[in-house]
Nanobody
Framework: QVQLVESGGGLVQPGGSLTLSCAAS????????MGWYRQAPGKERELVAM???????NYADSVKGRFTISRENARNRVYLQMNSLKPEDTAVYYC???????????????WGQGTQVTVSS
């Protein structure tokens, strides 16, 4: 069994910063990529950022230059540093483990439960 637990969401003023954390635990041999998605009310879930095991990261155009994703492979953790936050960043942010391999050699994608980020004055 695998669990992804996010933390760090909350209410922040425009221009402020937040750091999201996600810890994966359980039956984990390796995780090819870890990332963050978000879903705003009435919108589809979208990719925010993704990082692979050697640190190559991809970002949505809307967050480039403002958000930074990082990862601790040994601890199966991923972080999202969010700076210069805008009201349009308001959403539920979900952590994803992409192509997680367990000790039985099964591959699956896993999601966290989500954490709310609200950017408002």
């Amino acid at each position: 069994q695998v669990q992804l637990v996010e933390s760090g969401g909350g209410l922040v003023q425009p221009g402020g910063s937040l750091t999201l954390s996600c810890a994966a635990s359980g039956n984990i041999f390796s995780i090819e990529a870890m990332g963050w998605y978000r879903q705003a009310p009435g919108k589809e879930r979208e990719l925010v950022a993704m990082i692979d095991t050697i640190g190559i990261a991809n970002y949505a155009d809307s967050v480039k230059g403002r958000f930074t994703i990082s990862r601790e492979n040994a601890r199966n953790r991923v972080y999202l540093q969010m700076n210069s936050l805008k009201p349009e960043d308001t959403a539920v942010y979900y952590c994803q483990a992409d192509r997680l391999r367990d000790f039985g050699n099964y591959y699956r994608n896993y999601w966290g439960q989500g954490t709310q980020v609200t950017v408002s004055s």
